[in-house]
């Protein structure tokens, strides 16, 4: 069920529920109702950022249980942090003869994240072939993820990696761009200035990697930072 169509399917159930709840025997698939709309209201004050298709599932109450009649409306509240995955809803009754029960429920979130389709060894550079977008429920991952195609390409694999896994930063490492023996540009700021001379890379870098680099022009060995694609700088 997507995000909105939850919302006004809860809602709907407002009046049916309340208007019951207040003047009749409590039953289990009432107090059930109460915590979902409690639900789709917390979800929707802190998760209006959160894009991608949601599922939310109430435990089952055992109908067997009996809750005394309640003159005053239920209270619903919960201590959770995080409404995407598993929560516990603490449902009331505030009369003259109170009561309490904890429903636990679970919330997924499903979204279009970065899967391998074969497997890549360790070194191998991501390629368009290498990867697709699959909707996943992603409540239940521990790792971080990608949601862009383009956030991998180029990137290398640190290990084999197996088609059909969720691809990870902890997976991947960025492409190199500056190889040992790489002739090289080295910018250099001066103040305003900025003067660029040829260099020889003496080692293999990443983007941010500090790296040594010969200056072709003095022969003298130099701590440059990776920029760009055969290209360090100096004061950078």
């Known amino acids: 069920m997507q995000f909105s169509q939850l919302l006004v399917h809860i809602l709907i159930l407002v009046a ?8 009749a025997a409590v039953r289990a698939d009432k107090i059930s109702n109460a915590v979902m709309i409690f639900i789709g209201e917390q ?3 802190q ?17 067997r249980l009996a ?17 995407i995955g598993r929560v516990h809803v603490k449902v009331s009754c505030p009369g003259p003869t109170p009561w309490a029960i904890y429903v636990p429920a679970t919330i997924k979130l499903y979204q279009d994240i970065v899967i391998l389709s074969r ?5 191998q550079p991501v390629t368009k072939d290498d990867v697709r977008l699959e909707e996943r429920d992603v409540s239940s991952l521990r790792r971080q993820y990608y949601q862009k195609v383009d956030d991998v390409l180029g990137m290398t694999g640190k290990r084999h990696l197996s088609a059909n896994a969720v691809l990870s930063p902890e997976m991947l490492v960025p492409p190199l761009l500056v190889k ?18 040829q260099g020889t890379a003496l080692s293999d870098g990443q983007e941010g990697d500090s790296i040594t680099v010969l200056n072709n ?6 701590q ?13």
């Not at 497997?119 to 070194?123: D, F, H, M, T």
């Open 16 to 23: 049916m529920v309340f208007s019951s709840l207040a003047n």
């Open 43 to 45: 979800m929707t004050r």
């Open 47 to 63: 998760n209006t950022l959160v894009t991608g298709r949601i599922e939310v599932s109430v435990d089952t109450i055992d109908p």
């Open 67 to 83: 809750f005394s009649d309640c003159n005053k409306p239920l209270k619903v509240e919960s201590n959770a942090d995080d409404w």
């Open 119 to 123: 497997n890549l060894s360790r070194g």
């Open 180 to 197: 040992k023996g790489d002739i090289v540009t080295i910018h250099a700021k001066a103040g305003a200035a900025e003067i660029t001379t």
């Open 217 to 222: 022009a003095s022969q003298r060995k130099i």
């Open 224 to 236: 440059a930072k990776v920029i760009g694609p055969q290209a360090v700088g100096i004061g950078y």
